[in-house]
């Protein structure tokens, strides 16, 4: 397939460009400074933007099979960026009229999973009320996607690890994996790219982790 990845730089978007290469995908890695993407590979192509306006992006998301984004605040102060760096995505494929979408939210701004015990209940309000503005960008982010005209998949994962490729992680559509706490940022690159081509997943929110 030919993908594109935006917010390739951070720790999910590094994965999915290093596992796509190798899985033979060929792979268009959008970042604002090249000299911080590591990965190197045939099938690479590294395509520079601030994602200023939708007009800027058009040509690295052309004819594409899909575009997975890691976009989002790397911390409180940065709430707001993944609203508006995904409008600026949704606007290009749109104009494009590339379909397949594919993101990474967070497991507290989906539903609660079933069952779920009180250590888990009691620890997800915390994370969600420290990290509020956060989880309110994420959840304007779906609710952007959710009225777009793309065949959207949200991935939600919990806590997340650097930790090496275990692929024992479990998925919920719809929903979340009861006592999942964690997940490699590797594990939600793979999901991600193993959800691609699901159409089980398309226009849904799906739980990750272990």
Do not use: C
């Not at 949704?90 to 079933?114: D, F, I, K, Q, Y």
């Not at 009861?178 to 849904?204: E, N, S, W």
């Amino acid at each position: 397939m030919n993908l594109t990845v935006f917010g390739a730089t951070g720790g999910i978007g590094q994965e999915i460009v290093r596992q796509a290469l190798a899985a033979g995908h060929r792979v268009t890695a959008v970042v604002r400074d090249p000299a911080r993407l590591t990965v190197r590979g045939d099938g690479l192509e590294v395509f520079r933007s601030d994602l200023g306006d939708a007009e800027s992006v058009r040509a690295a998301v052309a004819g594409r099979d899909a575009v997975l984004s890691g976009l989002g605040a790397r911390s409180r102060k940065d709430a707001g960026v993944a609203t508006r760096l995904t409008r600026t995505v949704l606007a290009a494929m749109e104009a494009e009229g590339v379909r397949r979408l594919l993101l990474v939210s967070a497991g507290p701004v989906g539903p609660a999973p079933e069952q779920e015990g009180a250590v888990d209940r009691a620890a997800r309000g915390l994370v969600s009320a420290l990290l509020k503005d956060v989880y309110a960008d994420l959840r304007e982010t779906e609710a952007e996607v959710a009225r777009s005209t793309t065949e959207w998949t949200v991935v939600r994962p919990p806590r997340l690890q650097d930790k090496p490729l275990t692929g024992t992680y479990r998925t919920v559509v719809g929903g979340f994996p009861p006592r999942g706490r964690f997940i490699a940022r590797a594990d939600v690159a793979h999901a991600m790219l193993t959800m691609t081509d699901d159409p089980a997943t398309v226009k849904q929110g799906v739980g990750v982790a272990y």
